[in-house]
């Protein structure tokens, strides 16, 4: 079934039992230009009323994926909270519901059922995980629920055909992989490269993209499995294979653990690590724990290369970072404002963006469609234009290497634009954009 056949069949039942979607999109009540059709809110299909909109989305807010990730709802919470403080979007207020699914697949089924069925959610946003998302994605899209925004890499989220409902967000595992390829290739053409890697979709995709440009250069290649936290065999190995550089696709945990082995086997190549591994706090407070106190920061990574697609807690003279203080401390949320919480609240700005594309009282698939033609126009804290198209529904185009510095981090390119597959590597045409000054998008309805 085509992308555009999925779509009528979706639109059809929706009218069998009367039922034809209201999101957002703006007007003299705040949040964004209007939408077309009705002249007033209509409650008219599943997860939306004429005051509200809600949305849902499953995040590991317990066991072994919880340390950072956990925070990110909080980000996308405090954000929809300012935006409804603000008159909402098309003078609704956005309704967030989120479960925890441990990070494990069974749980994710579970909890989206719940999701869907019983809380009745409009669309699903920022679903996290590579094999905890996708063993929802045929559900969402055989019910025809907009599934926007995962929180992942995996280039499994760009399947118009095939999962015409679902679309990534971040830049995928593979450009990232291709832009760190080229620029090992450039600034380290005698490394002997080794690769680290989560043993899935994470780690494949990003070895690909960076074998386009190393496959001479790679000595060895290590995986490891989610939950799997003895890494000695893989970090010796790569140490016997005389790796001086190593390439890590792998989450936080695995940064402080391939670090921590490295240090106790006495190996000390060049590191980099992908965006997903390298946030320091986070990593310094795992290195603390694993440790039991014998490293207490995250100094191991001074001098760590690694990618930035948004901007974080290392500029904080950054207008985006700056905005996101405001909403953090507005929002009275306890703890402090953490890169997880810039990421939930960057995804939630886009989301926004999108409820306003789709007009005053859409439907499922208007949303989508939204996304689809006004997406790649869309201005927001990325350093890059997303890629939505009809045919696309990848995120990001690209990022920057950096140095992580201390506290801070050090710029070594310009921003980098790419696609997926031999698209060529290119400097960014432009800009990054800077916040509107209130801080809320005002996006044109599609129709």
Known sequence: MTSSSRRLVSFVAAATVATTLAACGGGDSGGGGGGGGSEENEASDIGITEDTIKLGAHYPLTGPAAPGYSEIPSGV???FDYVNANGGVNGR??????????????NT??????LVLEDE???LMSGLGTPTHNAVTDFLNSEGVPDLFVSSGSRLWDDPEEKPYT???QPDYEIEGKIIGQYVAENFPDAKVGLFLQGDDFGEDGAAGARQFLEDQIVAEETYVPGQTDVRPQISALQAAGADLVLGFNTPTWTALSQLTALQLGYDPEWFYSNVGSDPALVGSLLARFSEGQVSDASLLDGVLTTEYIPGLDAPDNEWVQLWQRVWEESGAEGELTNFRIYGMSQAYTMVQALQSAGQNPTRDDL???VEQAGSEWEGPGFTPFRYAEDKHAGYSGMLISRIAGEGSEDLTPILVTDNGDAEIEELDGEPASPPENGIPEEEPIN
């Open 77 to 79: 919470e405090a954000y």
């Open 93 to 106: 207020q956005i309704e967030f519901v989120y479960r925890d699914d441990a990070y494990n697949p069974t």
């Open 109 to 114: 089924s579970q909890v989206v059922n719940q």
């Open 121 to 123: 959610v409009f669309a």
């Open 167 to 169: 679309f990534g967000w």
């Open 368 to 370: 989508v469609a939204a």
